[in-house]
């Protein structure tokens, strides 16, 4: 499977593996790169789709990944014939184990101060070699200049080669963009990956995960906060995403 990007509406998603995804990382990371990492799902694309500016966020991104079973569909229908998911827990956790294989620092930016003990508790546990060089929650409200810089210096004076983020969509990507140039780490959105991690939220079950489900599961369990998200943005993507096909049929567009 090459590693090129295709359309999904607005944003281009990488056709990649899981594997290939967490090679990459890794392969920045050890030259201590600045990069940014979006694990894309519907919720995504259609912020994207709403705000230009928040869409060139995305497609600026250095890699983009397809984390929802409707981004890999639209994948395959253009071409990525076997394209797997590339789930964001997942690729959390392919990324600790080889980063605590190769030494490489790690940081977690975002949640809640509880998550944060508990989700580093449970990697270190899995992981002993785990090195785990920052944690932080920020205030949820924006950042002064000032404040900005300290968390900027403090990463940085870490020796953090990659950090993981959970603001969600789309300030966790906004955040990394922003930091681009002056964090000396891959920045990598995994939304709610750290609760998912720390055993506070339940997953979906692996068959509603595989038949698109998803979505369904985590409403039932936070609907006064998933709502609006999936009862307003899944009906548009799936009529946008049947337009793009349609006008699209026969050829295969690379971004």
């Known amino acids: 499977m090459s590693n090129h990007r295709l359309p999904v509406l607005d944003i281009g998603v990488n056709a990649i593996t899981l594997q290939q995804a967490t090679d990459q990382i890794i392969g920045w990371a050890r030259e201590k790169a600045s990069r940014y990492v979006c694990v894309a799902n519907v919720h995504m694309v259609m912020e994207a789709h709403d705000d230009i500016a928040f869409r060139q966020v995305v497609n600026q991104a250095d890699l983009v990944v397809p984390d929802g079973?409707?981004?890999?569909?639209?994948?395959?229908?253009?071409?990525?014939?076997?394209?797997?998911?590339?789930?964001?827990?997942?690729?959390?956790?392919?990324?600790?184990?080889?980063?605590?294989?190769?030494?490489?620092?790690?940081?977690?930016?975002?949640?809640?101060?509880?998550t944060l003990t508990t989700l580093r508790q449970r990697l270190l546990h899995r992981w002993p070699g785990l090195q785990i060089g920052y944690v932080y929650s920020p205030p949820f409200r924006p950042l002064t200049s000032s404040e900005e810089a300290t968390i900027r210096s403090d990463i940085q004076a870490s020796g953090v080669r990659l950090l993981f983020v959970a603001l969600g969509c789309p300030r966790q990507e906004q955040w990394m963009a922003k930091q681009r140039g002056h964090i000396s780490a891959v920045m990598v959105g995994v939304g709610a990956a750290f609760d998912f991690l720390a055993g506070l939220k339940p997953q979906a079950p692996l068959w509603m995960q595989q038949t698109g489900l998803e979505w369904l599961f985590r409403l039932s369990t936070e609907p006064q906060r998933l709502a609006r998200r999936y009862l307003y943005h899944n009906p548009r993507f799936v009529a946008l995403a049947l337009r793009q096909l349609w006008y699209d049929r026969g050829e295969q567009r690379f971004l």
């Open 69 to 114: 079973m409707p981004l890999v569909w639209m994948l395959r229908l253009q071409g990525a014939r076997r394209q797997p998911r590339v789930y964001g827990p997942d690729l959390m956790q392919r990324l600790c184990k080889a980063a605590a294989h190769e030494k490489i620092t790690i940081g977690l930016y975002g949640s809640t101060p509880g």
